[in-house]
Nanobody, 122 residues
């Protein structure tokens, strides 16, 4: 069992930055691929970024490539999402997710966090 708790969301002006954190419980954290998803107002939940268990490979949605960076610290059981050059269309609830593989975490995660709100004003 893995429990995920996100933090770091808030209100920021366009062009600004935020760093989201996702703290995981459970000794198996380092064996899971981790991902971030988001759901904007009136939209379906969409994939944002994912990272393999040891951090050696990362994957991004085209809409955030070059602006967002996913990373993890397995000693702290934490995954991060550094968001730069934020745009109003990045406004969403951001969710952390865990899965047994990159394929699993990007398509059907096994565990979800409760989400953290990110609002980007123009």
């Amino acid at each position: 069992q893995v429990q995920l708790v996100e933090s770091g969301g808030g209100l920021v002006q366009a062009g600004g930055s935020l760093r989201l954190s996702c703290a995981a419980s459970g000794r198996a954290f380092s064996t899971y691929a981790m991902g971030w998803f988001r759901q904007g107002p009136g939209k379906e939940r969409e994939f944002v970024a994912a990272i393999i268990w040891d951090g050696s490979n990362t994957y991004y949605a085209d809409s955030v490539k070059g602006r967002f960076t996913i990373s993890r610290d397995n000693t702290r059981n934490t995954v991060y999402l550094q968001m730069n050059s934020l745009k109003p269309e990045d406004t969403a609830v951001y969710y952390c997710a865990a899965g047994r593989s990159i394929a699993a975490v990007t398509t059907s995660p096994e565990y979800w966090g409760q989400g953290t709100q990110v609002t980007v004003s123009s």
